[in-house]
């Protein structure tokens, strides 16, 4: 883990700590899709990947720190617990088939989309209001995926790719909503490990097949594990550690560079270079996440 106790030291150092450490967890969430580029295999197997050695690290750090995983744990929280866990498998295989077939900038575009579904479900299951704030960051989506997107064909590489990127944020979205509402109160890293689990389960079957057949090379295995450990676990536990010296709302605009973090990596070791549509399609989403996240301090982070 990153050793920044931001508790020992004065007010100011304090906050330029948290802001240090809320921008590596940015940079870590961002990575995500770059893993998934480099990663010879298919979505199926990344995601297997991703969580058990997620759930490794998740466990080791719980030894070291003494912490139970089983500790309150009752039937009702279980079956929470595997309800978000089966969302969160959904997330991660659509995100990853987004990145395999449009590539990182796209697929990163369309998942930050999800606070515009967040407000969308809002709606239309819990019969909420949409405010001006809502109705702008709705607009603002809108016309920054159509901005994006690279075609309006089917037959286009890009626009599938966008299209499974939309329902990875809005499988994260789903996810989100279950988190603030269901898994309120509980330990964080019980509900980070439990959820890993669950989609290591589910995605075993599936993932098979291409364990067997895609044959992972050492270099791969090693960027599951980067992907698993420090994208996962320690963006993660970042993140909460911001929160030390930062407000939600602070820390959530932060995360919400991650799109631009990941465009930029993507720019620098693949040459996607983005076109003057998607930067400004982009720019509108950053926006809309931005608004959302002063608008509503307790979303979680991107997974």
Known sequence: MLSVDVTQVAPSSSHRASLTVAHIAAVLFGLTGIFGALIHADATVITFGRAAFAVLALLVVAQVQRRSLFRGLSW??????????????????????????GGVAVATLGFASFPAFIALLDLLVFRERIGAREAVL????????????????????????????LASGLSFAMLAMTNRRATRGMDAMQVAFWQNMTVALLISPFSLEGFMTDGLTTTDWIYLGLLGVFCTGLSQYLFVK??????????????????????????????????????????????????????????????
């Open 138 to 165: 709705l607009l603002l989506v809108s016309i920054g995926l159509v901005l994006v997107t690279p075609s309006f064909d089917l037959g286009n590489q890009g626009t599938v790719g966008l299209l499974w990127g």
């Open 242 to 303: 911001s929160l030390d010296g930062l407000d939600a709302r602070s820390a959530g605009m932060i995360i919400a560079l991650e799109p631009v973090y990941a465009i930029a990596c993507a720019w620098w070791l693949f040459g996607e270079r983005p076109s003057l549509l998607m930067v400004a399609g982009a720019a509108l989403i950053i926006v809309a996440t931005v608004l959302s996240a002063r608008s509503k301090p307790d979303e979680p982070a991107a997974a």
């Open 76 to 101: 009702r929280k279980l079956a929470i617990l595997f309800l978000s866990g089966a969302m969160l498998t959904a997330h991660w295989v659509t995100f990853f088939i987004a990145i395999k077939v």
